[in-house]
């Protein structure tokens, strides 16, 4: 590839009261190696790794919060039972270590079930034994498995992302994300497919807001001023891999209008590949460009970040996704010109957890690709 200025991404950026060295996030990413929902020292390794190999802002894969039906998988984790704080607390102190900063996603599937199998909605099954819940009872579009929640049952998921909120800054962590993306139940309630109702939670883009406003209202509450919240969110479902939020710009500015208010701090926009437009019209703004230009919060993008496969097709089995540098170029053009503020690289850095200073250095020979066999044992990527 030939020369590119990479320097843009190696200057400070304000998030909350803190100040990033870079603009490299390492994201959530669902490693599956948490028996009975606690990271063990290896996980923790895992990621204080990344924030030595130059990501400023680690985020945690996403964490079950304190409520009975956030999810079940004994392999994801939980911030929840005080089995979990000692192993949680390891972990910020080992990102803190090595001078990054680490939030844990926090995360509430609803009726969405997580898996590698539920992609683009194979094998999605209603499992009323959880206890699960979701704003209209729809587990896919058209398919409506169960009643809506009450709005005591949304005051109780709203306390217990509080609760949860609370608890991770008591254990040494630097804020939270909200898993707002892909399907789960804050996202459920923003996406009109799945979001039927007609109180003040249901019907307008505006109305979708609310639950996400008040989760984030709650949590903020629970924190010290400066300590940042970011909200993960996307149109792609687990569902639906061709869903939208929104149809329009406009569409978009009046769902996110009420986070905005409620004080979200970053908007971590999850894509599939980040360099495609976001709505049919001339522009050519990702998602995160579009978000930061009708909130004026800013933005992260995400998206096959110097690869050429996005993280779907590359989950295949025996399956490497190939180094794509050419397209760093147009990432670069995006950044310079104030589309967002933050990168997040994920399956690139978990092949090479130094691929920000490589780049930088324009090691570019030293990079790797990606390879679904990492994710078999993918903590051994530490000791590199």
């Known amino acids: 590839m030939g020369p590119v200025d990479f320097e843009g991404l190696f200057t400070p950026f304000p998030l909350g009261k803190f100040i990033l060295p870079n603009r490299f996030v390492f994201p959530p990413m669902g490693l599956e190696v948490c028996k009975n929902g606690i990271p063990g020292d290896d996980s923790a390794e895992y990621y204080a790794r990344r924030a030595q190999g130059g990501a400023s802002l680690v985020i945690t ?52 079930p997580s898996g590698p199998d539920l992609l683009a909605g194979k094998g999605i099954v209603y499992r009323p034994e959880l206890g699960q819940v979701s704003p209209s009872g ?32 008591e254990l040494g962590f630097d804020g939270i994300e909200l898993h707002g993306a892909h399907g789960y139940i804050i996202d459920q309630f923003l996406w009109k497919e799945l979001n039927h109702r007609t109180d003040r939670y249901g019907g307008s883009p505006n109305a979708r807001g609310q639950f996400a406003a008040e989760v984030i209202r709650a949590c903020r509450a ?16 687990m569902a639906d891999f061709n869903a939208r939020l929104a149809e329009t710009p406009q569409e978009l500015e009046d769902l996110l209008e009420p986070l905005v208010d409620a004080g979200v701090d970053l908007f971590d926009c999850s894509q599939r590949r980040f360099w495609e437009p976001t709505f049919a019209d001339d522009s050519d703004l990702n998602l995160a460009g579009w978000v930061k230009k009708v909130t004026g919060v800013p933005s992260c993008t995400i998206g096959s ?53 490589l780049v930088r250095a324009g090691a570019f020979d030293h990079l790797k690709p990606f390879a679904t066999s990492l994710m078999a044992d993918p903590l051994m990527a530490h000791v590199k």
């Open 61 to 112: 894969e996403g964490a079950y919060i304190d409520h009975p039906a956030s999810g079940d998988n004994p392999m994801l984790g939980r911030i929840r039972g005080e089995d979990s704080w000692d192993a949680w607390r390891n972990v910020a102190t080992k990102v803190h270590r090595e001078g990054g900063l680490c939030v844990p996603e926090l995360w509430h599937v609803g009726l969405i």
């Open 138 to 169: 729809y587990i896919a579009p058209g398919q409506k498995v169960a009643e809506g929640m009450t709005h005591a049952q949304i005051n109780e998921v709203i306390a217990a992302y509080a609760r949860s909120a609370a608890k991770a800054v």
């Open 222 to 237: 629970q924190l010290e001023p400066g300590m940042p919240i970011i909200m993960r969110m996307s149109f792609w479902k």
């Open 305 to 357: 970040i110097g690869l050429d496969m996005d993280f779907l097709a590359s989950l295949s089995a025996d399956t490497v996704a190939p180094l794509n540098l050419e397209r760093l170029d147009d990432l670069m053009r995006r950044f310079d010109r104030g589309d967002f503020d933050l990168v997040a690289v994920g399956r690139a850095m978990i092949a090479e957890p130094d691929w920000p200073q």
